[in-house]
Nanobody, 124 residues
């Protein structure tokens, strides 16, 4: 069973930076993509960024974070990271790491494994 554990959340002022990490265990060759999602209070969980786990393709981002967030992976360490720069108060949410059996997936329904989430709070 794939297990995902996020870390790195916290409180930061606007225009600051945070780096989230996701440690994965029991990954199988069936996992094709890793992604980050977020859920703000009263809102639905939404896609933030994704990256192929085993092949070299370009990462992909939600328009709202493009140019500010960078997703990366370390296959040897089995980690996926999300570097968040120029943070805004509207980035405040619980951030989730997830694994999909599909390539280049932005669809929440195509993600089968989820971490417990880490809180990111951006103050104005």
């Amino acid at each position: 069973q794939v297990q995902l554990v996020e870390s790195g959340g916290g409180l930061v002022q606007a225009v600051g930076s945070l780096r989230l990490s996701c440690a994965a265990s029991a990954l199988t060759f069936s996992v094709k993509s890793m992604g980050w999602f977020r859920q703000a209070p009263g809102k639905e969980r939404e896609f933030v960024a994704g990256i192929s786990w085993m092949i070299a393709t370009s990462p992909y981002y939600a328009d709202s974070v493009k140019g500010r967030f960078t997703i990366s992976r370390d296959n040897a360490k089995k980690t996926v990271s999300l570097q968040m720069n120029s943070l805004k108060p509207e980035d405040t949410a619980v951030y989730y790491c997830a694994a999909s059996l599909e390539y280049n997936s932005r669809n929440i329904r195509q993600y089968d494994y989820w971490g417990q989430g880490t809180q990111v709070t951006v103050s104005s």
